[in-house]
């Protein structure tokens, strides 16, 4: 027998051991709690569709609530009989624990002022220090505003530009529904403003120069029946600190100005900045790609009769601004997919008057920061992190050399003081915050402290696979040096392939866990993301969106030929939109995975544009009542995708109750539906956290609780003997 031959005799054995022990196990457990089945029938530009669960979508009922409840505890049960999972859990907790991790770094006045992640404590502070050798002090903890079992988080915060303030946005139980409070810093205490509806200032607020005014984004207060808004109808308004939240001015976006139009999903935001007399209005259309941009003076910015002049229309494809002084950068795809960067003299407000500073080339401009001395532009360079440097005054754009390859995770700058600070990480390098000068050289802050773990002997590789269309697809391996590539490899392979997002090198010491198991842990950078621009983006983008699917399946079965592992030991994995991608490659391929896990995952295609978050979701996914758009999101709905008898992997879906983006119904129809119609007798599970929402607000030990019930699941399922409930 050769070599070939053995090793396909070997994986064939695997997959048949594997799939014998899985069902032995699951006849164990008992069967899932019942879920009654209340059709309805739509017709689509004339195409029947049947939906068994639409009264999952009142989630107020209590007939879900009882339901849900049920499949929450049946869960907990079933992953309870797995004994290699609280050992995990505490390895993981181990190797989180070995190292603190800050992020979101802010500057102002000479303050540092960021969040960080400490051994032993369960959720991020936020700290403050002068400088970068100054003693760092607590300036808040939300973890003592714990109440009833329910946590509360740090969902974003700016510093005033004297350093004397800072405005924190916290919620509850993972919710996002922030509500914005002024942080006294020399005190630490709490000023009487308090502001609510103020979810979508995912990036901060922005203060006038002043320290004492500032620009944030609002939501509309509940309708008579009592009904909110989560992410549409918002506007940004002008508050000054001590004045009554009701006389804060409306400065641009919905119902502000009659003579103004703007969608239900248009987000808009103010910015302003030092040394710039104008204030800068983006209004995000839907997607993160098309923008509407204003300009007005700062000096006039009064209400609803603020003189906002517009620059650029959704279709003239610029993807970002950036003001330095009474000039504005504009990050344009036009003709440029993988992006320009123009600029603008403000005495002549006009688009086609821009220049071009940064030609379009093979790197993918990205995102930007602002300093006295030039611009800094983030790039992806074959997916990898690069830096420009842009002079304002007679500059030409120059790489400036980083320390190793990895992915730019931060930028910061203060608008007055040359040079930024910059975090660059890799797939086994953890962060390091480096201080970069006018000159261009590198110096490590020691702010982030090095992972004390050892990830010498794990190797990254990356190959280029061959999609359905002969497109090569991107896929990221990291695995233990000298793995033997004998199918035997428990294997993860993640996706999500949405918005222009990419899929950048990222540390995390949790990953170790896996990889010194001899596990295998695979990227595919599918296509809806932004590896390589706008085409990559829109490869895969509403009546093509099954490419993003297809490269999942591609990558897969690149695992399996090139002897990575098996179908037998291969899980797919991805999260919110991530879970079109493997809802549509388990429904299209069950044959290729053991077990699935689709996290939060947007798996009703049908419904989605009807959730609070589903208007904003229409330009990437298109609409049910567009006959063009219809077809494409029905193929690409996993749930109605499901037939009866099916053999479809294990799956475990997870969610969060107070998920503001993916409402729970949505994972809760995906459960529900597998496990009335699979026929592989493999376990269908529907794990719910009471105290979480989407994932941005959860805290270290709820995050690794999931990854351990989730991987304890994949490696029953792959038939590790450790993971395996005793008979």
Request: glycine residues 10%.
């Amino acid at each position: 027998m050769n070599i070939i031959s053995r090793n396909i005799r070997c994986r064939m054995l695997t997959a048949l051991c594997s799939l014998a022990l899985s069902g032995s196990l699951l006849a164990q457990n008992p069967a899932p709690p019942p879920t009654p089945a209340k059709p309805v029938v739509d017709t689509y530009h004339g195409v029947t569709v049947t939906d068994p669960y639409r009264w999952m979508e009142d989630m107020s009922s209590n007939e879900f609530k009882n339901w849900l409840q049920s499949q929450a505890a049946y869960a907990s049960t079933v992953l309870s009989t797995i004994p290699g999972r609280q050992p995990l859990q505490q390895r993981l907790l181990a190797l989180s624990d070995a190292m603190e991790s800050i992020g979101h770094i802010d500057q102002a006045n000479g303050l540092l002022f960021y969040v960080k992640t400490e051994p032993g404590r369960d959720g991020r502070r936020l700290f403050v220090r002068q400088g970068e050798q100054g003693r760092e002090r607590v300036l808040f903890d939300p973890d003592a505003l714990t109440k009833d079992g329910k946590h509360f988080a740090i969902d974003f915060f700016s510093p005033s530009p004297n350093g004397k303030l800072v405005a924190i946005g916290i919620s509850q139980g993972g919710s996002e529904d922030s509500v914005l409070r002024i942080l006294e810093v020399t005190t630490g205490r709490f000023l009487g403003d308090s502001i609510d509806r103020t979810g979508l200032n995912h990036e901060g607020i922005n203060w006038l120069k002043d320290s004492r005014r500032f620009t944030y984004n609002r939501l509309p207060p509940a309708d008579a029946e009592g009904k909110r808004e989560r992410y549409n109808k918002s506007a940004v308004y002008l508050h000054t600190i001590g004045q009554p939240v009701d006389k804060d001015q409306p400065l641009i976006g919905f119902g502000i100005d009659s003579q103004r139009s703007f969608e239900i999903a248009d987000l808009p935001f103010v910015w302003t900045a030092p040394g710039s007399r104008f204030a800068l209005a983006n209004v995000q259309h839907g997607d993160l790609t098309d923008r509407s941009l204003y300009i007005a003076p700062v000096a006039k910015l009064a209400g609803m009769a603020t003189p906002w002049l517009q620059l650029t229309k959704a279709e003239d494809q610029v993807h970002a601004a950036w003001l330095a002084g009474d000039n504005l950068y504009l990050l344009s795809y036009k003709d440029a997919p993988r992006g320009q960067l123009l600029k603008l003299d403000l005495a002549t407000p006009s688009l086609d008057k821009a220049k071009v500073v940064i030609p379009a080339g093979q790197d993918v401009l990205r995102d930007a920061v602002v300093a006295k001395d030039a611009i800094y532009v983030k790039a992806l360079d074959g997916g990898l992190g690069k830096l420009i440097r842009l002079p304002h005054v007679n500059g030409e754009a120059r790489a400036i050399a980083l320390p190793f390859a990895g992915s730019i995770r931060g930028m910061s700058a203060e608008p007055t003081k040359a040079g930024i600070r910059l975090a660059l990480e890799g797939w086994t390098r953890s962060k390091v915050e480096y201080r970069v000068g006018a000159d261009g050289k590198l110096t490590d802050t020691g702010l982030a402290k090095p992972s004390p773990l050892d990830f010498s002997q794990i190797a990254v590789t990356r190959a280029m696979v061959k999609s359905h269309d002969g497109v090569a697809v991107p896929l990221s391996i990291l695995h233990r040096k000298g793995l033997k590539l004998d199918g035997s490899n428990p294997t993860i392979l993640s996706g999500y392939g949405a918005y222009g997002i990419t899929m950048e090198p990222r540390f995390s010491s949790s990953r170790l866990a896996w990889l010194e198991r001899g596990g295998v842990m695979a990227i595919a950078h599918v296509r809806g993301g932004g590896e390589f621009g706008e085409e990559w983006h829109k490869g895969a983008y509403i009546t093509n969106k099954v490419n993003t699917v297809l490269d999942f399946i591609a990558c897969g079965e690149y695992l399996v030929t090139q002897g990575y592992t098996s179908a037998a030991k291969l899980a797919g994995q991805g999260g919110s939109a991530g879970g079109i991608t493997v809802g549509g490659a388990i429904t299209r391929r069950p044959d290729l995975f053991a077990a699935a896990h689709s996290s939060v995952g947007v798996s009703d295609m049908l419904r989605a544009e009807l959730t609070p978050n589903g208007p904003p979701n229409i330009m990437e996914f298109g609409t049910v009542t567009n006959p063009t758009h219809f077809p494409a999101m029905l193929d690409n709905s996993a749930f109605h995708r499901i037939r009866d008898g099916v053999a479809y992997p294990a799956v475990i879906s997870t969610t969060g109750v107070n998920d503001p983006r993916v409402e729970a119904w949505m994972p809760a129809k995906l459960a529900a539906r597998l496990q009335v119609a699979s026929g592989s007798q493999k376990p269908v599970l529907l794990r719910v956290d009471y105290d979480a929402g989407h994932g941005m607000g959860s805290n270290k030990s709820q995050y690794l609780a999931e990854t351990a019930d989730v991987w304890s699941f994949f490696l029953w399922q792959m038939g590790d003997p450790a993971f395996q409930p005793a008979h």
